[in-house]
């Protein structure tokens, strides 16, 4: 048996899993949070760490530490093991993930200091797309301030992405370099990616989780000048943008709610913004399928994630409602079907097969880790 | 006999046109530049005028001016009887519209002074994209900023779109309200409407013409969050970023090279920016395209127009190479086919009918004004 120890580490949160590589399952998971705050028990993430391992006890069979790295550059196209080095390049994406990359290396430095004897690995969620061609990653900004700031689409979530478009190959029964698919994960950060044999070929978040989808905070594309009107009409400075864009758009700008079981209950209820933010989040998910379909040259699968992808089958019936012309059509019954597994929604003989496939990042790292160290 | 002044006034500008309105032929076109620079003839828009009118002689047919506004907000959705209440609203659109509208402002009044006896229309880019629904102009971020700092998607380059749109239902000879059609108006500036039945119903320019595709210097499309990095990392202010958004991107961002053919002819020759930057061109058209034919549930006719549009073959069969899987496809004969006519270049029988149709916006706005004051 063996097992690999899965690390989330926010700025003060802890989330791990451990995986036992032989089932897949995760045999202990948890978070700790509120780390390094006046009144919590837990000073920094290394005493984050020691009450972690006491939790998970004698662990023989743990061959590797894996870590979720949330921005690895145009550095990182896989798993990688975490030298001082990589420490090193990991601390200087920070310019890019200012609220992430340093969080991620807490957690990397604590889990180092308690756990020195097995490799740890680095997993980055911009890594699956790091195949995209120069077409879809390059900004046309200018090309010397884009090189010396390294301003491009990287992508996001490409951990899930890579792992439900692989499982979604397997559940087509058919080889990955085979199939096109368009990947929508639907949580409370949302990004969709069109995949190609295996391959990211575009992806809605760019040079940070901001650009694409509406999600539940983040307002996703916008006219970029709407940062200078509101500068100069409203005297909002930079950091004031960056927090409405980020953390009061989305669904909660459009509605007071952020959660879109709240938004959908009051829709239900005859609340016309929560309407409107409906209607806006499903024009948005329908134009980057359109986008990606005509990219990907035909669509052989079409797969729902995360949180709302996963649970939601009202929002998912209303994303596709419409879309018959590309083929893409959902099977009321299937669809209403409550289950946990992955399963196909679209009818018997569709021409593009709609699935619902939980994400599971933490397996995906796991296996990752395992690649590379075993 | 009538006719319709038509006066295109920028900050340092007049162009105007003196259009016939039983043969909608141009009687006499012109431009005057530099107005009110230091070592200009001309010191002001009202001076501009009467040599413009001097030029024009005996005007007796004359029925009226018809005034290209760029912004007409949320409040003006076709052409408009030009009273003091209406430059009034003009005026204070000039917070959206800062280098714009109070240049149209400027030739309005001049005009007036100098053609007090007939009535003068603004006709506005804005207006044709009015009836698109809230799911497509609403912009997810908080609702109360939105509503106060009128921030939406408005769209522009309208007058084209709607003669353009309306031109292609005749060369199809079907009733314009059975046409879903795209309309690419590929010039200096550049955009993209996706227009049923002869309502726009989703435009890639946004707040502001910095929205969508890639145009000479403008960046189109890119994470709002750029502005947000730029300006921690690079120290750039708000109306650096402005700047170089609006006037540093584009293609001579990417190449050093503004106008489209210094840039296909580099990329001929080798020149691996420019290649690059006709990628990037190309990604972001097809992905509009991809998206309005999902929304507007199938097509009928996609139409070039504008500088690029009308005259490059070259570039036209690029941008829609590999989308034959929705039935769009050129011929390539009918493509290179030198001409200034509106033609069709798809082969006989496809499932969308490809034309170019060379734009007249001054026309258009003539015919608008017609319509309001006769
Ligand atoms: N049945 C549901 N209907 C709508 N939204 C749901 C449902 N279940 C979960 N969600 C949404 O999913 C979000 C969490 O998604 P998840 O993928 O777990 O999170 P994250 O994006 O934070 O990783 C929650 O914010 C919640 O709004
Ligand atoms: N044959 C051509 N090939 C490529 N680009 C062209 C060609 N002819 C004109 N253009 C481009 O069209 C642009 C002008 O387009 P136009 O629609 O007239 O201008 P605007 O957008 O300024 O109204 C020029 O900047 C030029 O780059």
Redesign the pocket.
Same mark, same amino acid.
């Given at each position: 048996m063996s097992s690999v120890f899965v690390v989330n580490s926010g700025s003060s949160s802890l989330k791990y899993q451990l995986i036992d590589l032989a089932t897949g399952e995760s045999r202990l998971s948890g978070l700790i949070e509120r780390i390094g705050e006046p009144d919590s028990f837990i000073a920094d993430h290394s005493e984050g760490m020691n009450v972690v391992l006491a939790k998970l006890g004698n662990v023989d069979d743990l061959v590797a530490v894996g870590h979720r790295v949330v921005h690895g550059g145009s550095e990182f196209d896989g798993p990688t093991l975490i030298t001082d080095e990589v420490e090193r390049e990991i601390d200087a994406l920070s310019r890019l993930a200012p609220l992430h990359n340093p969080a991620n290396l807490l957690g990397i430095r604590a889990a180092k200091k308690a756990l020195p004897q097995v490799p740890h690995v680095a997993v980055f969620d911009t890594a699956f797309h790091q195949s995209m061609a120069p077409a879809a990653y390059t900004y046309a900004i200018d090309k010397d301030i884009a090189r010396e700031y390294k301003v491009r689409r990287y992508g996001f979530h490409g951990t899930s992405h890579k792992y439900v478009s692989e499982q979604a190959a397997v559940m087509l029964g058919k080889p990955l370099g085979a199939v096109r698919s368009i990947i929508l994960?639907? /949580?409370?950060?949302?990004s969709i990616t069109a995949v190609d044999g295996g391959k990211s070929v575009d992806t809605s978040m760019g040079l940070t989780p901001l650009q694409g989808l509406v999600m539940?905070t983040r307002s996703g594309d916008i006219d970029p000048a709407v940062l200078v009107h509101l500068n100069r009409a409203a005297g909002m400075s930079i950091s004031e943008l960056d927090v409405l864009l980020n953390k009061q758009s989305g669904l909660l700008g459009l509605t007071g709610m952020? =959660?879109?079981? =709240?938004v959908?209950d009051a829709a239900i209820n005859g609340n016309e913004e929560a309407e409107l933010a409906l209607q806006v989040w499903r024009h948005r998910i329908r134009h980057y399928i359109g986008a990606y379909f005509a990219q990907l040259g035909g669509l052989d699968a079409l797969v729902f $994630?995360? /949180?709302?992808?996963?649970?939601?089958a009202l929002?998912r019936r209303r994303a596709l409602a419409g879309l018959e012309h590309l083929g893409i059509e959902i099977d009321n019954d299937r669809n209403e079907l409550s289950s946990r597994a992955a399963r196909v929604i679209s009818p018997a003989g569709a021409r593009v097969t709609v699935m619902v496939i939980p $994400?599971n990042e933490e397996l995906e790292i796991a296996r990752q880790v395992e690649s590379l160290v075993l």
């Open positions: 994960h639907l /949580g409370n950060g949302a539940g952020g =959660d879109m079981r =709240d959908q $994630t995360a /949180g709302i992808g996963e649970n939601n929002l $994400t």
